[in-house]
């Protein structure tokens, strides 16, 4: 029980103040990444993989965090991050 309410206390208090709420960071992280998915489609006539689909949401929830919160240097250490692996998806080298 102790982990389960540590947990708690982590998502639901901690992190929501400082990056706002899951609810809203995870909603528009989808609808961003919706949007890329039917943009992508449509260019590349294919449908987008799985592994660029989701690093796209992750690299999109990270700049929910930033518009839905207190915009913190990590969060932005990871987007940079994000974009490399995406670079590397698309075949593009360093």
């Known amino acids: 029980m102790k982990l389960v309410k540590e947990a708690e206390k982590l998502v639901n208090k ?3 103040a400082e990056y706002g709420s899951a609810h809203d960071n995870y909603g ?14 449509r260019t ?3 449908p987008m993989s799985a592994s660029k689909r989701g690093l ?5 929830t990270k700049i929910a965090r930033v518009v839905c919160g207190k915009p913190k240097r990590d969060s932005f250490v990871d ?5 490399i692996l995406i670079a590397r998806e698309y075949g593009v080298k360093e």
Do not use: C, N, P
Not at 30 to 39: P, R
Not at 79 to 83: H, R, T
């Open 14 to 16: 901690d992190r929501q």
């Open 28 to 41: 528009t992280a989808e609808l961003l990444t919706e949007t890329i998915e039917i943009v992508h489609s």
């Open 44 to 46: 590349k006539d294919k």
């Open 56 to 60: 796209w949401f992750m690299l999109f």
């Open 79 to 83: 987007m940079i991050g994000y974009i």
